[in-house]
Nanobody, 115 residues
Framework: QVQLVESGGGWVQPGGSLRLSCAAS????????MGWYRQAPGQQRELVAT???????NYADSVKGRFTASRDNAKNTVSLQMNSLKPEDTAVYYC?????????WGQGTQVTVSS
């Protein structure tokens, strides 16, 4: 299992940008997929983006063209660049992976988009 710690959340006005980071407790080089999820109040946790070991990405339709996920296998970090933020992006954002059938989640970082 791997421990994950997110950072970079905060408050931003609509149209603004934030960059989230996720630091892993060990090497992520061998981990096939790292993901970002989010959960808004009263809603289910939803997948935002995934990034493979080789750097390929997939995104939820709601964030395509605005968010960019990346990973640095040498630094054991995963990032989520969020641009053109909207109020509906307000949520707690979680870093996630699954290794040997075990899910690992970070503690989450709050992102609030409002004027």
């Amino acid at each position: 299992q791997v421990q994950l710690v997110e950072s970079g959340g905060g408050w931003v006005q609509p149209g603004g940008s934030l960059r989230l980071s996720c630091a892993a407790s060990r090497s992520i080089f061998s981990i096939a997929i790292m993901g970002w999820y989010r959960q808004a109040p009263g809603q289910q946790r939803e997948l935002v983006a995934t990034v493979t070991r080789g750097g390929s990405t997939n995104y939820a339709d709601s964030v395509k063209g605005r968010f960019t996920a990346s990973r640095d296998n040498a630094k054991n970090t995963v990032s989520l660049q969020m641009n053109s933020l909207k109020p509906e992006d307000t949520a707690v954002y979680y870093c996630h992976t699954r290794t040997f059938g075990v899910d690992s989640w970070g503690q989450g970082t709050q992102v609030t988009v409002s004027s």
